[in-house]
């Protein structure tokens, strides 16, 4: 089974949540209010507890730097080194909000970071949008391989698109988004399915904004552009 089809069939059931942190009273607090969202929520009070739990079940963890004899970044390399457990998405939770451990947990590959104190509200909508990313089709070609829909070819090794083997000037943006369509062809992508996947994470845009990008992309692909269409408060496809 692939990762977005593992990952769409727990969207259709209950999606779970590993809290881990060795502060009791953040464990209960994120267990409350993610449950009220509707998640189900299980906690952790060290990263050796987490480790003998089947980490494999879970959609996301959320888990904190500084713990015990094993921390966050420790257990983080484990996940990540085990290809059961590697693309399960981690929020690191942390006190330390210096620019070089951002870069480390990103590095170890994190999906996000929030600092304490803890803003719910946040942590929210920070879970959402991983959630959301880590559930779209993923990509999976080779490097160096290409795609193609008659006149267009995007080569992926090099990042460029060609329109009947002219260079096209398109912005990163430009092309991840139609990198994302072509691929999904006949797939409706909202708005915020558009933003959680073609933009960074730590940018904050409007709906707007993908619309104009939409726009721009439309022109500069030429006779194509008619076929990205508008689906009418659901978002945008690419028809064949």
Not at 84 to 102: K, R, Y
Request: aromatic share 8%; net charge negative; glycine share 4%.
């Amino acid at each position: 089974m692939q990762r977005h089809q593992i990952f769409l069939l727990i969207f259709d059931i209950l999606m779970k949540i590993l809290v881990v942190d060795d502060e009791l009273d953040i464990c209960e607090l994120l267990q409350y209010n993610l449950e009220t969202e509707g998640y189900e929520v299980v906690t952790a009070n060290s990263a050796e507890e987490a480790l003998k739990l089947p980490l494999q079940e879970y959609a996301l963890i959320l888990l904190d730097v500084m713990m015990g004899e094993m921390t966050g970044f420790q257990m983080a390399r484990k996940i990540k080194d085990n290809p059961v457990t590697a693309h399960i998405p981690i929020i690191f939770i942390t006190a330390l909000d210096d620019e070089d451990n951002t870069v480390k947990g990103l590095n170890i590959g994190a999906d996000d970071y929030i600092a304490k104190p803890l803003s719910m509200k946040e942590v929210k909508a920070r879970v959402r949008v991983v959630l959301r990313r880590a559930s779209l089709p993923l990509i999976q070609k080779e490097e160096n391989s290409n795609i193609y829909y008659e006149g267009i070819t995007l080569v992926q090794k090099s990042k460029t698109v060609t329109l009947d083997g002219q260079e096209l000037t398109l912005t990163k943006l430009e092309y991840e988004l139609l990198s994302l369509l072509l691929q999904n062809p006949g797939k409706v992508f909202s708005r915020e399915d558009i933003l959680a996947h073609c933009w960074p994470q730590d940018v904050y845009v409007l709906d707007r904004t993908v619309d104009v990008n939409i726009t721009r992309l439309r022109k500069k692909i030429g006779r194509y552009g008619k076929q990205i269409k508008t689906r009418i408060g659901y978002g945008y496809c690419f028809e064949k």
